[in-house]
């Protein structure tokens, strides 16, 4: 009854308020609809054959309202607001920190969190979780299991797992806050050259960013950096541009926000670390929100060359208002313009609430802006790189199935498990009997691995029995499976390179997390290699920029 009465009284709240920004011509015809519902809800409430619950009732509708607006706009209750708060500050969670997955009725270990209780006390990748304080985890779900788990930091928890190849441990573990990282790596990547991955931008994402470069500018030879935005899944506005103000000077506009309620440039507030140093920002189709912020107000400030493929294309900006009683609106409030003037928007939402379907705005809309040198651009679709890279390929269909499979991942547990040391994460080769060693591993399990082109022809078979027509097609479909487990054993020679790549990856994260992977991965990376050597050429650089 309290849910419903709250819910009932936000209501209110909400249609009371819409007086305030509906013209009084539309006020009659908006009241009537208004009341219409309120009658709808009143009969189902109370003639409805079953009982209804009214608090899941009213939240449909309003989840309903704000999603057909766009995909953006969310209605968050008083416990989801306090949870969302948590994750723009990074804290997603207290526990030991380690990803797990569910396979088999068990939870399993994905990867340990570098820096937290799971990777400090050497619990790994592929242990099977099976006591927690005492209780049983058989038949546990993956919810059940980690609410175990976690608890209220600085507590202890005791944990009973199963180390596949060695046996079972025990360990006792201190839970702790777990953080996301905006900036998760930086390092020098050669005697000039510095590197800096950037995530997502959080809160205290630009404190994050400034270290980094500050730390980068204690080497002396620094001449250059790279900035890594590809999978940015954006973030708050404010630390993107405070991120920004680290290489451009103070009280730059950086934006123009403009919406029904508003109209306000984001300006740069601090004095900037460095004005002059090259710099090349990475992105890719994924570089979302304010990853594009910081890309398209870089670019056109001739601040940075990109390099990369063309960015998402969200242009618009959300903010959060407060309906009553602890719940949150995350609203499309206004659309972003970068200092050109460009808004860089992809999708068309104004008729979504209408027909429940979104368009791309055409390219026939494109218009020209200009950087500060004087440089086109162009709105609509996303940020253009300055440098257009092939976006990497694709994972051959051979190697997803053995992901799919787990077999990968299975493999690098079996290795890490027997194996204690492989040397530096630099020098460590999957060598061609480490391959070998895969293939027989794989033999032992071909049940986990499956090409679609078999478990298409395993429906066929079971459908041909179930139908009695397995006789009619008995050899056509061994002679089919044949060629389908033949063509299999091809695929793995065609795709070594590629399965040694992804064995080197899992296998190393085991044994030097996620910093030693990340440190043979960038001097692999073809896009970081490419921009390398476009920022050793200094004419090169500065020709892009339209700078003489």
Known sequence: MKKYVFYSALFFIVLTGMAFFISN????????????FSSVFKILRAEFVDTLDSEILIRRAIDGMVKSVDPHTVFFDSIETIERENVWRGINYSGIG???????????????????????????????????????????????????????????????????????????????????????????????????????????ASIQFLDAVADLKKNTKLSSIIIDLRDNIGGLVEEAVNCLNVFVPKNTIILNVKGKATDYNNITLNDPLDTLMPLVILTNKNT??????FTGSMQDLDRAVVIGQKTFGKGLVQGTRFPGYGTSLYLTAARYFTPSGRCIQKRDYSQKYINGKESMFPDSLKKVFYTRNGRKVYDIGGVEPDIKLEPIKESAPMLVALKKGSLIFDFATYYRNTKEIIGSAD?????????????????KRKAAFKFP??????????????????????????????????SKNQMFIQNKDEIKKALKDEILIRYYNNTGLMQYKIQTDLEVIHAQKFLSNIKSYFLVLGKK
């Open 98 to 204: 380690a990803m797990v997955f569910y396979k088999d009725s068990s939870v399993i270990i994905l990867a340990p969190i570098e820096g937290y209780g799971a990777q400090l006390n050497d619990l790994r990748a592929g242990d099977i979780y099976i006591n927690v304080d005492g209780q049983s985890l058989k038949w546990k779900s993956l919810d059940s299991t980690v609410k175990l788990l976690r608890g209220p930091p600085e507590t202890i928890v005791n944990i009973v797992v199963e180390r596949p190849y060695v046996g079972i441990i025990q360990k006792k573990i201190v839970r702790k806050q777990i953080i996301t990282k905006s900036v998760p790596y930086y390092a020098m990547i050669d005697s000039v050259t510095g590197y800096i991955q950037v995530q997502q931008f959080l809160r205290g």
């Open 288 to 293: 979302v929100s304010a990853g594009e912020i």
């Open 25 to 36: 011509a539309d006020q009659e015809k908006v009241s009537k609809k208004l009341n219409l």
């Open 427 to 443: 020098k460590f080769i999957v060598t061609d009997n480490i391959f070998k060693e895969f293939l027989s591993f794989v033999e």
């Open 453 to 486: 082109e078999e478990l298409k022809l395993m429906e066929f078979e079971e459908l041909s029995k179930n139908n009695n027509t397995i006789p009619l097609f008995d050899k056509k479909y061994k002679s089919l499976y044949r060629q389908v487990v033949q």
